[in-house]
């Protein structure tokens, strides 16, 4: 992968390594270094890889909004684990402007036993066809089409149906919904768990712990570029820089009294 910064201005961006640390009680647990420039990819191998050299698994599985996918969340529901993943959408699910988009599945009223969607001008969308796409790494997903039979005349239709591409004129265009009813129905089950008040302290734990194991590395230890290359010699300087900073954190934990400490609790007003 590739670093996001221009640092010469001439588009030859610095080569990079996508490091995942898994961090326990503010201690970096386990380290995997990936090429991939994307999270998403990431965790399943890491889980296999951790899981088969510490011998056990954790039970719960704490990530941000990156490894959010449809086949982490199978992943980790079949590998007996619960996932608590912040969704893509989560943040600009709260603002008034998606509340408002009447174009999105979300807004709209779903009926479970024709399997349809009603409109904001009360019309309905129902199963026009069903496709599948395999992903990079081989997954395959099922995506389910509605379709409005007709939206002529419709008051709505130029904030409901988008892209300006679209070779179709507008009056002769209707509203179409592509669904994957197994990632919306795992993203449901996710959402309620991570904005219960224990998934919102893991959430909470998850932006220091493991967000603040990469700030001790880089800023104070002022680590910013590997000495050897290759993907075998940047772990073994990864897992050496873990073990220092490891022991920096339990000499500031045994320091303040908090060596029995595993999560910082919620603070209420």
């Given at each position: 992968?590739?670093?996001?910064?221009?640092a010469?201005l001439?588009g030859q961006?610095?080569p990079a390594?996508?490091?995942?640390?898994?961090?326990?009680?503010?201690?970096?647990?386990?380290?995997?270094i990936?090429?991939?420039p994307?999270d998403?990819?990431?965790?399943?191998?890491?889980l296999?890889d951790?899981e088969?050299?510490l011998?056990f698994?954790?039970s719960?599985i704490?990530?941000?909004?990156?490894y959010e996918?449809?086949?982490?969340?199978?992943?980790?529901e079949g590998?007996g684990?619960?996932?608590?993943?912040?969704?893509?959408?989560?943040?600009?699910s709260?603002?008034?402007k998606?509340k408002?988009a009447?174009?999105?599945?979300?807004n709209m009223e779903y009926?479970?036993?024709?399997?349809s969607y009603?409109?904001r001008?009360?019309r309905?969308?129902?199963v026009?066809?069903?496709?599948?796409?395999k992903?990079?790494?081989?997954?395959v997903?099922?995506k389910?089409y509605?379709?409005?039979?007709?939206?002529?005349?419709c008051?709505?239709?130029?904030?409901?149906?988008k892209g300006?591409?679209c070779k179709?004129p507008?009056e002769?265009?209707?509203?179409v919904?592509m669904?994957s009813?197994t990632?919306?129905q795992k993203r449901?089950e996710d959402?309620?768990?991570?904005?219960?008040e224990y998934?919102?302290m893991?959430r909470?734990n998850?932006?220091?712990?493991a967000?603040?194991?990469f700030?001790d590395v880089k800023?104070?230890?002022?680590f910013r570029r590997?000495?050897?290359r290759?993907k075998?010699?940047?772990?073994?300087?990864s897992?050496?820089?873990a073990m220092g900073?490891?022991?920096?954190k339990?000499?500031?934990?045994i320091?303040?009294?908090?060596t029995?400490?595993h999560?910082?609790?919620?603070?209420?007003?």
């Amino acid at each position: 992968m590739r670093m996001k910064e221009d640092a010469m201005l001439n588009g030859q961006l610095k080569p990079a390594y996508n490091i995942q640390h898994g961090v326990d009680s503010e201690y970096i647990t386990w380290i995997d270094i990936s090429p991939h420039p994307t999270d998403t990819r990431t965790l399943i191998p890491f889980l296999k890889d951790m899981e088969s050299h510490l011998g056990f698994k954790y039970s719960e599985i704490v990530a941000d909004a990156g490894y959010e996918s449809e086949e982490n969340y199978l992943f980790i529901e079949g590998n007996g684990q619960t996932a608590y993943i912040k969704p893509q959408n989560y943040e600009i699910s709260k603002t008034r402007k998606y509340k408002k988009a009447i174009g999105r599945r979300e807004n709209m009223e779903y009926h479970a036993d024709s399997d349809s969607y009603i409109c904001r001008n009360g019309r309905e969308l129902t199963v026009t066809n069903e496709r599948r796409s395999k992903t990079a790494s081989g997954y395959v997903s099922v995506k389910t089409y509605y379709k409005s039979s007709d939206c002529t005349g419709c008051p709505y239709k130029i904030e409901c149906i988008k892209g300006n591409n679209c070779k179709t004129p507008m009056e002769k265009r209707n509203k179409v919904l592509m669904v994957s009813k197994t990632m919306s129905q795992k993203r449901a089950e996710d959402l309620k768990r991570i904005t219960s008040e224990y998934g919102t302290m893991l959430r909470m734990n998850r932006s220091i712990q493991a967000e603040g194991s990469f700030t001790d590395v880089k800023e104070d230890m002022n680590f910013r570029r590997y000495l050897y290359r290759g993907k075998a010699n940047a772990l073994a300087e990864s897992i050496l820089l873990a073990m220092g900073r490891n022991i920096n954190k339990l000499h500031c934990k045994i320091q303040t009294g908090r060596t029995g400490s595993h999560l910082f609790s919620l603070k209420t007003a």
